[in-house]
DNA sequence: CGCATGAGGTTTTACGTATAACGTCCTCTG
DNA sequence: CAGAGGACGTTATACGTAAAACCTCATGCG
């Protein structure tokens, strides 16, 4: 018996076999049809199971060339958002054979930082979702087949992209509010630069600014609880405001923006009507709950495994965004309700 | 110029530098001293740099038998406790030169699943969180070295395991309340079947149970916040119930509780005190801000990693719990404060 | 002078797999 | 009954890398 310390290897499973390593390879790439009688094929699956074979992914993937594994880039991996992006585009990988890596990049890719370093599987394609440009031209550099996450379409450098519908998201929240009555709106804006984040500012913008006696104001803040609740109570404690509607960029910032109403005495919704963008589990925890954007984060990673695999195939990928959907709950209602 | 389609090997780099691929691979691989001129040297790198070289890592895990590549298993991602506890391997990892490769396993893993179908790349190691017992077993047929995370000492198959001290955060949360008056505690129990939590009943029952004049009852709840809230209603509804302290198996439960206790008009901490586990950022964002133990998932992570590291260098990992720390905040005080 | 030593390389080999190319028989057909 | 082809394999090769083994000069030293 061999060391027990070394795996089996195909040509080990040949020998139990009685047959050459290429008849192993054949019989166990399911390809051996016409090329080996059934009894030796059993004889060999036989011998393959009781040695507890597994091949050697490193030298099939050598000799085939390619390794069935593909990158996902995500910005922070630390949130219920990313993790489901995750975890759909790794079942779809899972139903075509293929595996996920992830790069979740810290604070942002510079080109300091190498994208494939941390990545010790060769890959044969990229998912990537909000990436410093830098970061994005050295994988063009590589060649390597790209799809980009929640990107502008202009500027993806020629990549397919994959987005959610957030302007059709925002616009259903403007129209929400401006059918409840409000017009004096305050925009919680992520402090991220972001083409995902410039379409909320955007889209809420033309929304209510088509309405007459409209205005919006924006403030900025880090996506943390405590950084939203700075900026929100900050913006929101100016007495000339008559703030009736805050539009936050993320369930996060709603959460943030909640403590700062509660510590300046506002009623939500009564004296003031706050709304998400996500549909995190945070969502239906706070008191109101939540009236939010939900996005479909697994529906997400699953188009964009989807789309690569297209790209992979040497097909086109699919056009369209995906759609979002309002979710209305109790942190919003008319105006004044006092 | 070779076709662009290709990209270029170790091969390549040495017809342009003027070399053999053996001093490539010197060079690059940094054992060149004493072997080449650093002119040689130089120029390699150089040739290297312009034809934008990567290293073919299929060939080279073949060659040298290993991939620097670990397995992480874990029940669910969408968390943000078990992205956590992946963003601390994986940091610890690249330090190391290795990489992380997931394995969520959706509903609990089964014999029918295999943990290495998903994983393409070949595995120098695996760490693995509340897994199935069969699973197990099928990962140690593999002879992979093996890393627990929060399970029994006593019965994992000889494999090392790195806990967090959940037995002492339950103590602390057991005299916090305690010291604050109460008596009669309700344990909304996670319906799992894991050693984690197993452990948070037996401590709870152990310290309240020191005390004279003390009872624990419990109730069991699936691990979302609607099961949650479903399920202390029920328990807390009982009109015999004198219950004052309620301790949470993890704070999603807690947001639960916290649902139903508003729904039956008992104020926090007032009424009903309710103590957590984990410290989300969910558990700032509720109302009254959450009582809850501090557990720090990429704390967890890294020394996951690390003991992986040590037993795959030959050493003996560390031993010693996570310690683990009680914040206190706004939901615990002093029973029938009304 | 004779030979060890070391610098500066090159040639060769092995890792485990998938598959193209090549052999045997044996049977069927015209 | 010749030979075409199918059934059932085997042999040989390549993927790209790391590293052991080997080679060739200078130079130094006794």
Redo the contacts between chains.
Sequence with gaps: MAP??T?PTSRDVAQAAGVSQAAVSLVLGDKWRGRVSATTAERVREAARDL?Y?P????R??RLGR???VLLVVP?????F???V??GA?RV??EHG?????Y?SPEGIGPARDP???????LDGVIASSMAADALTAIR???LPLVMLDSDPEGSLGAATVNLDIADGVRQVAEHLLGLGHRDFLHLAADVPSWTFEVRARELAARVGSVAGTSVRTTRAPIS??GAQAAAEAALADPGSRVTALVCDDD?LA?GA??AA?RLGLRIPDDLSITGLDDL??A????PELTTVRLD?ELFGEHGMRALLAVLDGRVPEEGDIPVELVVRGSTGPPGAA
């Design positions: 027990a310390s795996r507890g597994r050697n992914l490193a030298a993937n050598l390794t069935r594994t922070v991996l630390t949130t219920e990313f993790a489901g995750y975890t790794a990988a899972a293929f595996g996920v890596v992830l979740p494939f370093a941390s990545a010790q599987a060769a550099g590589d060649q609880i405590e996060k959460a909640y403590k509660r589990a945070l239906t925890a706070i008191d984060a």
